[in-house]
Every structure is written in structure tokens, then in C-alpha cells.
């Protein structure tokens, strides 16, 4: 009902285009100073390193229960879920903490000292785009829900499996970051630099070139698409695998929701069916686990096209290709909007671990208690179930409401005729509508 009513109301009183321009505005020089200043930068790279520093040291040499180790819930609940969180309030604070970047910055420098001239690399292929980032959130996931499925923990992964896992992705990003460069990997390539930025495209803060500005809220994510591109220009412009990555994020989440209620009795068949044709228990249980993910990624991609195709109906529209760069844009408020849905209680109740008995004993072992908070527990009672349901629903109202917005302006934008780009827009509020019933959906199956 709410999208509806927010529909019509875009409808009749939205008429011209908000978020196709730049509103964006130096604000507070001497803050930007310090946040461009060297200590600033060092300090906060330092951060970084050191906190992935501590998560491998954890994982290799810590306790081998989830609960205890600080290894996953450092990476998989305080960074992952906490930088986008961050990014919508606060801008892309990512970049600054950045251990890969912390390593490569005073490398690079270090050379340039020694030789005089800055490293020599490969020119960064075009078509490749965002497609690696894509493609590595969908490999990061997978170690996440699918990788440790029968370890019967928590996260779905074992500490040492999580250690191993990034230090081979530390010397991976070097050797990208060595052979493509700093710039153009971390802008294409790097997983989390691509994928927090995504989100942080939302938020109304935005530092260019070393100085901090405010924009309308929302307005970033319609240039993300493009990197640097303008309004309609994102049809030309678009960096390959952008949309690609937003549809694995909703996706990927929509999966990890729908895997022990939708899909579970489908995730089970499969299952038996793998091992009675001979493959091995983990085998049977991985494969099908990746086959559902797949499905999920799919069934998201499907619902969006759908959508396009009924746009490229109306006349007065860019063609089906274009539509499908276009609009894409308009799926990252929704996909904030799962992740912050599915993972609230998860964000909640282990940041209390994170700043408690993991902080002061990281490896979980029990041999240590830094700030004497060793002993402390995980208060499940400090939000209700209730609250929690309310959470949810505002946050998944509240995205699709904003895809909405951004869908509309679009429109507004590309038909010249206001009535067609009204018209235009009764497939995205099917869009909306459906991934709308299907997150409450989820929320409601595993909530039960």
C-alpha cells in the first residue's frame, strides 16, 4: 500500500528531474584538511591493517568456535555489514581504512623515491569493468553460506578456513594492485572498495578530491552506475558489471534469507539426489547450495528484467539496453534495504560480542582479557522480537520507497511526455511491489 500511494504521489507531483544534475557542495574545509592530511591517512590505514592483521592471527592461532574466535565476526559482521551502514550515514569511509591500499600506497611511494618514476603497469581492460568485484562478492558469499555448510557453525565457516581465505585474497588484490595499479583495481576490481561504495553512493556525504561535500540523499547512486557519467549519459557510460553486482547483492542476501525456509526443502532434494548418485556428503551439500545461490541471483535478475522489458514498450524510451543501464541504479536502496533487513538482529546483538569478550580476548582462547571485559555475555533481551520485525519492515519499505523515487526522476528525465513516464513506471512499481512481498516474505518465514 505504501508503494502504491507513494506512486501516484510521484505521479502527480513529481514533474521534473532532481537527481540527474550535481548538487553536491564543499562544506567544512578544515575538517576536510585533517581527513586529507598524511597522519590522518596513516593512522587510519594503520587501523586497517592491523584489524585484518589481528583477524588472520585469530583464525590461524585462535580457538576454532565461531562464537569465541574474533575472526568472523570482525570480518564478517563489523566490516561487512558495518561499512555499508557507515557509507549511507557517513560517506565511503572504506577507502581510508583500507589495509590492501596501506600496503600498496608506501610501496608505490617507496619506488617512486628509489627509482624516480612511478610504476610502470598494465592498462586496466575496459570490458572487464566491475565484473571481478561482481564476481568476487558472489566467491565472498559463497565461503560465508556455503563453503563450511555441515561444520555445524554459526556463519557457516570455520576461523582457520576465514584466516587462510584472507590471506590469499591479501596476495591477491597485491599482485592485481601491482600488475593494473592502485587507481584502476580498486576502482574496478577490489571487491569490498567497489562494493561498500556502492552503498555509500546513497548517503549525502561525498569527499572529491580531498575535500568533503554534501549532496541530496539518494543522488550519488544515480552516477555510480557510470562512475563519473551524468544523467542519461550512464547509458553510454556505464562501467560493465555494475549492475551485475548490484543484482549479486540482493541476490546473495535474498538466498542466505531464503535458504532454511523457501528453498530448503529444494536445497535438501537436491542433496539426496547428489549423494545418491555417488558424490560425497560436503560435495552434495556444497553444489547444491551453490546451484540455489545461482537460482536466487537469477530469479532477482529476472524480476529486473521483466521490469525493463515492459519500460521498452513505451514509446518515447531509450531501447531495452540502455533501460537496463538506466535503471539499475534504482535496486541499490533495495539492496540496502535486505542487507540491513536480514542482518539487523545478526549487526545488533554480535556488535555486543565485538566490543566486549572479543575485544578483549581476540583468539577466544581464554588465555587473555585486554580491557577486563573477557567475561562479559551477549544481552539477547536488550530489543525485542517485535522491534526487531519493525526494523525490518521500515527498512524494506523504506528502500523500495526510495527505488521508487529514484526509478521516477529517471523516468522524468528520459520521456518527454510526463504521462508516458508515469506509464513507464507502472513495471518498476511491479518491481518494487515483488521484491517488496518477497523480502517480507522471507522475513516472515524465518521469523516464524
Not at 553444489?287 to 541471483?297: H, K, P, Q, V
Not at 529486473?304 to 536502496?333: C, D, E, K, N, Q
Request: net charge positive.
Amino acid at each position: 500500500m505504501v508503494l502504491i500511494v507513494s506512486f501516484f504521489a510521484l505521479s502527480a507531483g513529481w514533474r521534473r528531474a532532481r537527481y540527474e544534475g550535481d548538487s553536491w557542495r564543499p562544506v567544512a574545509p578544515r575538517l576536510s584538511a585533517v581527513l586529507r592530511s598524511l597522519p590522518f591517512r596513516v593512522l587510519c590505514g594503520a587501523i586497517g591493517l592491523f584489524l585484518l592483521g589481528v583477524a588472520i592471527y585469530a583464525g590461524f592461532e585462535g580457538t576454532s568456535a565461531p562464537d569465541r574466535n574474533v575472526a568472523l565476526t570482525l570480518l564478517f559482521v563489523t566490516a561487512w555489514l558495518g561499512f555499508p551502514l557507515a557509507g549511507v550515514l557517513l560517506g565511503d569511509v572504506f577507502p581510508a581504512f583500507n589495509p590492501w591500499n596501506a600496503i600498496a600506497a608506501p610501496v608505490g611511494a617507496a619506488w617512486r623515491r628509489v627509482t624516480g618514476a612511478a610504476p610502470r603497469h598494465l592498462a586496466y581492460p575496459a570490458r572487464l569493468g566491475r565484473w571481478p568485484a561482481a564476481v568476487g562478492l558472489v566467491a565472498f558469499v559463497w565461503l560465508e553460506l556455503i563453503y563450511g555448510q555441515g561444520s555445524g557453525v554459526a556463519v557457516g565457516v570455520s576461523p582457520d578456513a576465514v584466516a587462510r581465505a584472507a590471506s590469499v585474497y591479501t596476495v591477491y588484490t597485491l599482485a592485481m594492485t601491482a600488475l593494473f595499479g592502485r587507481e584502476a583495481w580498486f576502482r574496478g576490481g577490489e571487491i569490498f572498495t567497489v562494493y561498500f561504495g556502492m552503498f555509500a553512493s546513497l548517503g549525502k556525504l561525498e569527499m572529491r578530491e580531498g575535500r568533503l561535500g554534501v549532496r541530496r540523499f539518494l543522488e550519488g547512486s544515480t552516477r555510480w552506475v557510470a562512475g563519473m557519467g551524468r544523467g542519461v549519459d550512464v547509458a553510454r557510460a556505464a562501467i560493465p558489471g555494475s549492475i551485475g553486482l548490484i543484482i549479486a547483492s540482493i541476490g546473495t542476501t535474498t538466498f542466505d534469507g531464503a535458504q532454511e525456509g523457501v528453498f530448503k526443502d529444494g536445497v535438501e532434494q537436491v542433496i539426496t539426489w547428489l549423494t545418491d548418485a555417488g558424490l560425497g556428503a560436503t560435495a552434495a551439500v556444497r553444489i547444491s547450495g551453490s546451484l540455489f545461490m545461482l537460482l536466487s541471483i537469477a530469479l532477482v535478475a529476472a524480476v529486473y528484467f521483466v521490469g525493463v522489458r515492459g519500460m521498452s514498450g513505451v514509446p518515447g524510451g531509450p531501447g531495452r539496453t540502455a533501460l537496463w543501464r538506466l535503471f539499475g541504479h534504482a535496486l541499490i536502496p533495495i539492496a540496502f534495504a535486505y542487507l540491513l533487513a536480514h542482518y539487523f538482529s545478526l549487526f545488533f546483538f554480535q556488535e555486543q560480542a565485538q566490543f566486549t569478550f572479543l575485544l578483549s580476548d581476540p583468539p577466544g582462547t581464554g588465555h587473555t582479557d585486554l580491557f577486563g571485559t573477557a567475561g562479559y555475555g551477549v544481552n539477547y533481551e536488550a530489543i525485542s522480537s517485535e522491534f526487531t520485525w519493525y526494523v525490518q519492515v521500515a527498512a524494506l519499505v523504506g528502500g523500495h520507497v526510495a527505488g521508487l523515487v529514484l526509478a521516477h526522476d529517471r523516468a522524468v528525465a528520459l520521456w518527454s511526455d510526463i504521462r508516458a513516464a508515469a506509464r513507464s513506471q507502472y513495471w518498476m512499481l511491479a518491481v518494487m511491489v515483488a521484491f517488496t512481498c518477497f523480502g517480507l516474505f522471507l522475513l516472515s518465514v524465518s521469523n516464524a
